[in-house]
Structure formats: structure tokens, C-alpha cells
């Protein structure tokens, strides 16, 4: 049996592993801030021919009738 070096990775997972986890948490924040948007948005419609929507929160209508 060929002699084989054991590689230590354990190192970048760890540091991967927490930068997961900043990454996950930096979602949860982002996702409460933009429920937050929503909430409390008072429409800024950018309108066009057929729809318009909010600049600050997504929301769109249809202004084709």
C-alpha cells in the first residue's frame, strides 16, 4: 500500500462554514428590511403605456383596461 499525506481541510471549512453563516444571517436581515419596505411603502409608480410600478417596493398594476 502506497503511502498516502493526509490533507487538513479542516481550516477552510471552518471559514467557510462562518462565512455561511454571516451570509445566512446577512439574508435574514435583508429579508426583514424589505418586508419592512413593503409595509410601510408609499407608492413611487414608475408608469408605463400598460403598467405601472412602485421604484421602492416592486408593486406593479396593470393600467391596461
Do not use: W
Amino acid at each position: 500500500m502506497m503511502g498516502h499525506e493526509s490533507i487538513d481541510n479542516s481550516t477552510e471549512i471552518r471559514r467557510l462554514l462562518e462565512e455561511l453563516s454571516a451570509l445566512q444571517q446577512k439574508i435574514f436581515h435583508l429579508n426583514e428590511k424589505i418586508q419592512s419596505i413593503q409595509l410601510q411603502c408609499k407608492h413611487v409608480f414608475l408608469e408605463t403605456p400598460v403598467m405601472r410600478k412602485c421604484q421602492k417596493c416592486g408593486f406593479a398594476e396593470s393600467t391596461y383596461y
